[in-house]
C-alpha cells in the first residue's frame, strides 16, 4: 500500500491493480479452506446425520444424505474457488462460488456448532460477488475502477465491522455484569479468570494459558487492550493511517488468544494479512 503517492489517477491505478490481485488471493484462501475441509471426511461419513442441526440454508436436506451432500458440495466449493483465482473477471463464476460456499457453510455450521472463524470469508465471498465484470486486458476507465474498489472496500469494510462489534458486545456486555454488581473488564483478575474458565472446559491445555493465568495483569491489560482495539476496528475507514496498525493489532490479538486459549481462527488471520494489511485503503473511497 503506497501512501506516498501524490497524483490521484496513478493512485487509482495502483489500487484497482492491486485490488485484482487480492480478490484472487482470497478466493485460494476459499479453496485452501475448502481442500482442509476433506480432512474431515471420515467423521462425515462415520457419524452421519448425528448432532446435525441444520440452519436455514440446508434446512431442505434429507439428513440420511447428509455426509454425500457435504462431500459433493465441498469439492464444489473447491472447484469453483479454484476456478475463480484463475477468472476473478468474471461475475458469473464468482456468484456460482459464493453460493457453493454459503452451502459448504451452512452444512458445517450445522454440526455441533456455529464457526465464527469462518464468517469473514463468507461474507467475502457473497460481496466480492458483485464486483464488476470485467475483461482480463485492455484498458479500465475511472468509473470501473472506483465501482471495483467500492465492492472491494465494501468486504474491507465488513471484516472492520465484525470486530467492532464484538468490542461493542464485550462492553455492553461488561456494563450489564457492573449493573448487576458482577466482575467486569475492570476488575484486574477479568483476563486470568476468562482465560481459566476456558482452560477448565477445555479438551487440552494451551501453550502458554497457565502463564497468562499466573500473571493477571498482562492478561488485564491485554484484554482491556482487545476490546479497545475491536472498537477501534473502523477507523481506517476515516483515518488511513490507522488501517496497517489496526490490522497488525488485530493479528496479534489473534495470536495471543490462540497461545492463551488455544482458540485459532487461521481464516482471520490471512484474511486480515489480505485483506486489510496488504489491501488498499480504505480510507480512500470517493
Known amino acids: 500500500m503506497n501512501t506516498f503517492v501524490t497524483n490521484p489517477l496513478q493512485e487509482l491505478n495502483e489500487n484497482f491493480a492491486q485490488a485484482r490481485v487480492i ?31 441444520p440452519v436455514w440454508a440446508v434446512s431442505w436436506l434429507n439428513i440420511e444424505h447428509v455426509a454425500s451432500f457435504w462431500m459433493v458440495i465441498t469439492l464444489c466449493g473447491l472447484g469453483t474457488s479454484l ?21 459448504h457453510f451452512a452444512i458445517e455450521d450445522s454440526r455441533d456448532s456455529i464457526r465464527h ?56 456486555t461488561s456494563c ?12 484486574p483478575d477479568s483476563g486470568a479468570l476468562i482465560i481459566a474458565e476456558w482452560l477448565l472446559r477445555g479438551d487440552a491445555p494451551s501453550l502458554m494459558g ?26 481506517p475507514f476515516f483515518w488511513r493511517p490507522a488501517q496497517p496498525v489496526i490490522a497488525i493489532g488485530l493479528i496479534g490479538m489473534h495470536v495471543a488468544i490462540g497461545l492463551s486459549m488455544d482458540v485459532w481462527f487461521p481464516e482471520n488471520v490471512a484474511l486480515l494479512s489480505v485483506l486489510i494489511l496488504a489491501g488498499p485503503p480504505l480510507a480512500m473511497r470517493r
Open 23 to 53: 480478490a484472487k488471493a482470497i478466493y485460494a484462501l476459499m479453496a485452501t479452506h475448502c481442500f482442509l475441509s476433506l480432512r474431515d471426511w471420515g467423521l462425515w461419513f462415520v457419524e452421519g446425520g448425528i448432532n446435525f442441526q
Open 83 to 103: 476456478l475463480v483465482t484463475f477468472q476473478t473477471e468474471s461475475r458469473s463464476f464468482r456468484i456460482v462460488a459464493a453460493v457453493c460456499l454459503v452451502l
Open 117 to 172: 472463524g469462518e464468517h469473514g470469508l463468507l461474507w467475502a465471498a457473497l460481496i466480492l460477488a458483485w464486483l464488476p465484470d470485467i475483461t482480463r486486458h485492455g484498458h479500465f476507465g475511472r468509473r470501473t475502477q472506483h465501482a471495483y474498489l467500492r465492492v472491494f472496500g465494501t468486504a474491507q469494510f465488513m471484516l472492520l465491522l465484525f470486530y467492532f462489534m464484538a468490542g461493542a458486545v464485550k462492553l455492553l
Open 210 to 235: 497457565r502463564w497468562f493465568v499466573q500473571h493477571r495483569f498482562i492478561s488485564w491489560f491485554g484484554l482491556l487492550g482487545s476490546v479497545a482495539l475491536e472498537l477501534l476496528a473502523i477507523t
Open 176 to 187: 450489564a455484569q457492573g449493573a448487576r454488581g458482577e466482575r467486569t473488564l475492570l476488575h
